[in-house]
């Protein structure tokens, strides 16, 4: 059965930095875009970035553009790199994977449980 695992999620001082981890398995997610989300107690599910199956390509959202990097090293393995880390980015971080092409759209194919990111002001 496919399965996405997030780690890396944790308290961090503003300003502060954390790597995400996806890992993948029960399949290959090889050809699959693949994507962060977060929610906030609250509020809705909402983009943070995205990568092409090939790695070519990535989006993010303008509220973490220049701060966040997403990038995958083979068919297992997805990051989000989180530098600049501020109050508002507290959620929990979700990944997720998609059959065809990229979207910043929430509509993947597969999720993860999610990752708690918690930033202290």
């Known amino acids: 059965q496919a399965q996405l695992v997030e780690s890396g999620g944790g308290l961090v001082q503003a300003g502060g930095s954390l790597r995400l981890s996806c890992a993948a398995s029960g399949r290959t997610f090889r050809s699959y875009a693949m994507g962060w989300f977060r929610q906030a107690p609250g509020k809705e599910r909402e983009f943070v970035a995205a990568?092409?199956?090939?790695?070519?390509?990535t989006y993010y959202a303008e509220s973490v553009k220049g701060r966040f990097t997403i990038s995958r090293d083979n068919a297992k393995n997805t990051y989000l790199q989180m530098n600049s880390l501020k109050p508002e980015d507290t959620a929990r971080y979700y990944c997720?994977?998609?059959?065809?092409?990229?979207?910043?759209?929430?509509?993947?194919?597969?999720w993860g449980q999610g990752t708690q990111v918690t930033v202290s002001s």
């Open positions: 990568i092409s199956w090939s790695g070519d390509n």
């Open positions: 997720a994977a998609r059959r065809t092409v990229v979207t910043t759209t929430d509509e993947y194919d597969y």
